[in-house]
């Protein structure tokens, strides 16, 4: 099969990264995926290309895009939190959330768009969070350490309004921009809060990756021509009570 449609997923080495570059790689619409991260995503596909960048420093995100001429999709995924009380957090800690979760999500989209704009065409998703729409219950918690954070919240909320200004700007260049806000993904957190959210959850399970594989497939399709700024949550009905 030939690959005729370049597709950049940023943080591809962590859990959701990994996840969306194996299965994109799988896909019969001819992606080639640009896998980016800090630490690269191994493999040994012909259909992906790993790439070790720091997506905040704007000098490698133009180095990386000045090799770039073709572009059908983007999926800012690449995404940091910190856990410490909101009273001990530190201006280093507040300052590297917004730069990987926002600033780097803008010099992806901006060097994107430019080629987008170019071509006539585009999809971008963005990955937000059920925090970036709601509080987080500091109740199912608990004592654990690894509570929510404020700035983690702050900037999942920037990244939705970021994808409904961009869309509401650039539709007209034939570019859909939307973005997925998964809930609580489960991996190796401790039994007493999976107990505690499985029991607020309607569907009463925490998500797993795959849950999220049906909207990237939906918003990447070249069918779609039409849903645009559109924030798509994936939590089972978490935040619906």
Not at 139 to 150: A, D, K, M, T, V
Request: charged share 20%.
């Amino acid at each position: 099969m030939p690959f005729t449609k370049n597709i950049i997923v940023t943080g591809s080495s962590g859990q959701i990264g990994q996840a969306f570059v194996r299965h994109l790689s799988q896909s019969n619409e001819g992606y080639y995926i640009y896998a980016l991260d800090k630490n690269k995503f191994k493999n040994n596909k012909k259909n992906i290309q790993n790439i070790e960048i720091d997506i905040t420093k704007e000098d490698e995100v133009l180095d990386f895009f000045s090799d770039i001429n073709e572009l059908y999709g983007l999926v800012n995924n690449a995404g940091i939190g910190v856990f410490t009380p909101f009273l001990s957090r530190t201006l280093e800690e507040f300052k590297n959330v917004l730069d990987v979760n926002l600033v780097g999500t803008f010099l992806m989209t901006r060097e994107s768009i430019k080629i987008m704009i170019k071509k006539g065409h585009g999809k971008i998703i963005n990955i937000g969070s059920i925090y970036g729409i709601n509080s987080s219950d500091f109740r199912i918690y608990g004592e654990s350490g690894r509570n929510n954070s404020e700035v983690y919240s702050i900037s999942k909320s920037g990244v939705i309004m970021f994808s409904k200004y961009l869309a509401a700007h650039y539709a007209c260049k034939n570019i859909q921009i939307n973005t997925i806000s998964p809930g609580g993904i489960k991996k190796n957190q401790a039994n007493e809060f999976i107990k505690k959210y499985n029991s607020k959850n309607p569907t009463g399970r925490m998500a797993v990756t795959r849950d999220l594989l049906p909207a990237l497939d939906f918003l990447l399709d070249k069918k779609n021509e039409y849903i645009n700024g559109e924030n798509i949550v994936i939590d089972g009905g978490f935040t619906k009570w």
